[in-house]
């Protein structure tokens, strides 16, 4: 265990360097949930009748979770980019944790996330998003947040090992954007057509958004909704550590495995 923490945390290290020496891409990362919500609150929001809520305190909560699924992304790129030039097999020679280097990885892009949900969070504030719920509801929100963001990084690193293509993966990756429109993120799902709703509703998206918006306290629980949905923050803790329970493993045994 000492070595997989020494090794994961040298590993970590390397992909906030990475970060660092990227400056300009992590801004650009940044500043797209934001460009969203001043798009989606200002031109859609106008043309958004939701009786009793205001449309940008729905759509925060939606925005953030939006964003943490943005880790399936960013985990498939980073790991098939490392798969491809040849860095995983030099790690492979190396005498590292097999377990540390994926999960170096996460853990880097976790700390990230943890920077880079201020800026949304303050700009939420200014376009007159407020937490409504308790101070420690909150703080159990954005725990429900980066954990989600951690299983979908896993499952990103697995996918990224898989493909072993920077193009491939960034392919793959780009369709992921229909996620979160398959959700509650950014609509409410009441009035979409029963099989529409249904698949909106098994979505991870609107489990944690659904979470979030309730710890918060930016909207209730809809009624009728499916069990995950119905239930946000059991149905976002039984999706988030499925999939780190699936993902995070076959990660690593993908990694070990190699070719």
Do not use: K
């Not at 290290?13 to 460009?35: D, K, S």
């Not at 954007?177 to 698949?199: C, M, Q």
């Amino acid at each position: 265990m000492s070595a997989l923490a020494h090794d994961g945390l040298a590993m970590t290290g390397r992909q906030l360097r990475r970060v660092r020496n990227t400056p300009g891409l992590a801004v650009l990362t940044q500043l797209m949930p934001i460009n969203m919500l001043l798009f989606f609150g200002y031109v859609f929001g106008s043309a958004l009748a939701m009786p009793g809520r205001e449309y940008r305190s729905f759509l925060v909560p939606g925005l953030l979770v939006a964003t943490a699924a943005g880790g399936l992304m960013n985990g498939m790129f980073q790991a098939a980019a490392d798969t491809h030039r040849g860095v995983m097999d030099r790690f492979r020679t190396m005498p590292v944790s097999r377990a540390a280097v994926p999960l170096g990885q996460a853990v880097a892009d976790l700390v990230v996330t943890t920077l880079g949900t201020i800026p949304l969070l303050l700009v939420g504030l200014a376009v007159g998003w407020r937490i409504e719920g308790g101070a420690l509801d909150a703080v159990g929100a954005l725990g429900l947040l980066l954990l989600f963001r951690f299983a979908c990084t896993c499952v990103g690193m697995h996918l990224g090992l898989l493909t072993r293509s920077e193009d491939a993966a960034g392919q793959l990756g780009a369709s992921s954007f229909v996620l979160p429109l398959l959700s509650d993120a950014y609509i409410p799902t009441d009035n979409l057509p029963g099989w529409l709703r249904t698949i909106a509703e098994w979505n991870p998206i609107s489990a944690v958004t659904t979470a979030l918006r309730d710890l918060f306290g930016n909207a209730p629980v809809p009624r009728g909704a499916a069990w995950p949905v119905a239930h946000p923050v059991a149905g976002s803790l039984a999706w988030s550590l499925a999939l780190v329970a699936v993902f995070l493993p076959l990660a690593v045994r993908r990694y070990s495995r190699g070719g």
